[in-house]
């Protein structure tokens, strides 16, 4: 395999080469460069006691003259064979010092390529000038981007005289670097010349700006055979082996073949298999290579048991309940790892290995077992949320919320929550426990009491809720979930809230048994920009009020859809609904079918569109339709962060139980969408475009997540 490229460059190497050049070379550097170098202690008392004897004339110095033998000193000398001469591109001013250096190592060097017939890429900043051949090279692309990556170039200081050896250092780093990188894609042959760039200085005087590099990649080296260890031992199908004889030698692909060959291993039942990374042979000789892949399968395995480090916290029961296999299946990787995202997904846990262990060596054609060693970090389990949010039908609320997620283990948490509003106040508290007899399923206990005083109605309710269900989250979102629940609440309520009334409300006993089924297939639960998805809830219902029971039933069919053409994702939304069985005044104001507001008809007040009263108050009504259309506008501002949402809404309620839809009211607006790693924060305006007497001009939202 090939070795890595040194990514980096140390950063004290221009102090130590500073440390190296004497005082007296940078102060007259013609008189230093004219003088003898100096010579051991003893050579000199020598050469002393023999001048005192006879003067002798000094010869001149010879520079391929042979080094003297240093006692002590076994080091071989190295061969003569030193890097490519760095050579001059410019021909700057001839009193520099460093300038006068390069300019006597690069005196014996080839021209520079005149550049004719060249292709030049300027990276790192303006620093690094690539020069390539101007035709046959495909992989000019991807090798630029890695340059790009690991440059030492980058980032280096202002182009002046002091940042010279600096620019010079780093340059050679990048040469080798790109060698480097030649030799991953298959250019073993490949040179890079190196030579400064020189730029005026801010004094006026020439320093070097930059480096330029020549690259000529030779040719390109293949593939001439191809070993696989004991592959050939297992079910592989060696037919599809990525790695083929005659293909070129790409680093990059042979590190990916050998680890597709680890996860069809993994997968399939070989728990300890070890594919080592490719080793390569090259043949100079013949431009090729053979590559070598030491597979050792080790046998293959089923399934066991699971073990927990902290069973009091997460047992290993709950966690085989959490587990997508069973006992005895085979064992394959995707499933471990499925399981380790399923505890971080709880949020009890903060870090998860999952270890394979053999409890049962194989036996001929009998495969072993492993257990799982699960062992986990705990997560902080308590939570103190909260939340702000605005429109001109609900006005301003302010909620906030206290979390323990295990109070009852396993994953049984204890949720208390409070809202204080203009239009509402709420106390609550929620038990819930997750993964309830199978994967992300939950059961949920809620008991709250709310006082809310509308526009169009005024309620004081306790109410108590159970349901169960199987859910979707952002680690696996699901095309299916449902639920199933029981409802049952006691309120005082009236219709519409006009100033200064507080009486005339009517007591309600309510029970519900609602059920809601869903299909998801969007590409993201909170800002989806393809796909569609459809959701319907069936609620039968009775209520009690008057000495009376009368039972209904609630329907409701809300469907979405998300395209995206360039900058722009188009999102449609359509809900239908009815209320069938009873009269209206026997169905408590709170549970009656209403639009208008931030997630209905925006531009109209909440709960403010439909029949109204003989007071002119909103009444609700038994049957409901709303169509939207936005458009999702990604600007490209705020570090594309922020979207321009065009929208449209349209809708109404009807007193009967199927609507004609002759009576649209229509609501238009301008909204802002801020993306956050929590989801888009938005805000729209909207006005109605069809009015009636009392509605408002303007209406505001401010809301976490997309209008639908």
């Not at 293909?247 to 069809?264: H, N, Q, R, V």
């Not at 399968?297 to 069973?311: C, D, E, L, M, Q």
């Not at 048994?513 to 319907?536: E, K, Q």
């Amino acid at each position: 395999m090939l070795a890595p490229p040194a990514w980096a460059q140390r950063r004290q190497t221009d102090a130590e080469l500073q440390a190296l050049i004497p005082d007296a070379a940078v102060a007259k550097p013609e008189e230093w460069a004219k003088a003898p170098p100096p010579v051991p202690a003893q050579e000199a008392s020598e050469a002393k006691a023999e001048e005192a004897a006879k003067p002798v004339e000094e010869a001149p110095l010879r520079p391929d003259s042979p080094l003297p033998d240093i006692a002590g000193l076994d080091v071989p000398w190295p061969e003569d064979k030193a890097e490519p001469p760095i050579l001059l591109s410019d021909t700057p001013d001839d009193s520099d010092p460093l300038v006068q250096v390069l300019a006597q190592a690069s005196a014996s060097s080839a021209a520079i390529p005149d550049g004719k017939g060249m292709l030049e890429s300027v990276l790192a900043s303006g620093r690094a000038h690539l020069v390539w051949p101007a035709a046959g090279f495909e992989l000019r692309g991807p090798i630029e981007e890695k340059f790009k990556l690991y440059s030492a170039l980058q980032g280096t200081g202002p182009r002046d005289v002091e940042a010279m050896s600096q620019i010079v250092v780093r340059g050679t780093s990048d040469r080798k670097l790109l060698v480097q990188l030649l030799r991953l894609y298959g250019f073993y042959d490949g040179e890079v010349t190196q030579s400064p760039i020189f730029n005026a200085g801010s004094d006026g005087e020439a320093g070097i700006g930059a480096v330029r590099f020549d690259i000529a990649p030779g040719a390109r080296y293949k593939i001439a055979s191809v070993t696989t260890g004991h592959l050939a031992a297992t079910a592989y199908p060696m037919a599809d082996l990525p790695i083929k004889t005659g293909a070129p030698m790409d680093g990059e692909a042979l590190d990916k073949a050998a680890g597709d060959i680890g996860k069809w291993l993994g997968n399939n039942g070989y728990p300890f298999a070890k594919v080592p990374a490719p080793a390569l042979t090259i043949d100079h000789a013949n431009d090729s290579g053979d590559v070598d892949i030491a597979v050792e399968p080790a046998g293959t395995y089923v399934f066991g048991g699971i073990s927990s480090v902290n069973p009091r916290f997460l047992s290993a029961r709950h966690l085989a309940d959490i587990a997508r296999f069973r006992a005895g299946q085979p064992y394959k990787y995707d499933d471990v790892e499925d399981l380790r995202r399923a505890m971080l997904a709880t949020s009890l846990v903060s870090g998860v290995t999952v270890t394979p262990r053999e409890t049962r060596a194989p036996q001929g054609d009998t495969p072993g077992e492993v257990t799982l060693d699960v062992a986990f970090n705990k997560a902080p389990l308590h939570t103190i949320a909260g939340e702000l949010g605005y429109d001109t039908g609900e006005g301003a609320r302010i909620g906030t919320s206290w979390e323990h997620r295990n109070l009852l283990p396993p994953e049984g948490s204890l949720k208390l929550r409070g809202i204080l509003g203009t239009n509402e106040q709420l106390l609550g508290a929620t038990v819930r426990n997750a993964n309830f007899h199978g994967r992300d399923r939950q059961l949920t206990f809620d008991l709250y009491a709310n006082n809310a005083t509308l526009t169009s109605y005024a309620a004081r309710k306790v109410a108590f809720a159970t349901s169960y269900e199987r859910l979707t989250n952002l680690l696996f979102q699901k095309p299916w979930t449902w639920s199933v629940g029981l409802e049952a609440q006691a309120s005082e309520e009236r219709e519409g809230v006009p100033s200064g009334v507080t009486k005339g409300r009517i007591l309600y006993l309510t029970a519900a048994l609602p059920m809601r089924a869903a299909f998801d297939r969007t590409n993201s639960l909170l800002d989806p920009v393809s796909g569609y998805r459809w959701a319907i809830r069936i609620s039968p219902e009775t209520s009690r009020a008057r000495v009376q029971f009368s039972p209904y039933v609630k329907v409701q069919l809300d469907a979405s859809t998300y395209r995206q053409t360039g900058p722009v994702v188009w999102a449609g939304r359509l809900r239908l609904a009815t209320l069938a069985g009873t009269d209206i005044n026997d169905v408590a104001p709170s549970r009656r079918l209403y639009a208008g507001g931030g997630a209905s008809i925006r531009g109209y007040g909440y709960n403010l569109v439909g029949p109204r009263n003989e007071l002119g108050e909103p009444k609700g009504g038994r049957s409901l339709y709303e169509a939207s259309l936005e458009a999702r506008i990604n600007t490209g501002l705020m570090g594309k962060k922020l979207q321009l949402v065009p929208f449209l809404d349209g809708g109404n309620v009807e007193a009967g139980i199927v609507p004609i839809m002759r009576d649209w009211r229509f609501g238009a607006g301008l909204g802002l969408r801020y993306q956050t790693d929590f989801g888009p924060i938005r805000l729209d305006l909207g006005t109605p475009l069809n009015p009636r007497a009392g509605d408002s001009r303007i209406g505001v939202y401010v809301a976490l997540g997309q209008a639908f």
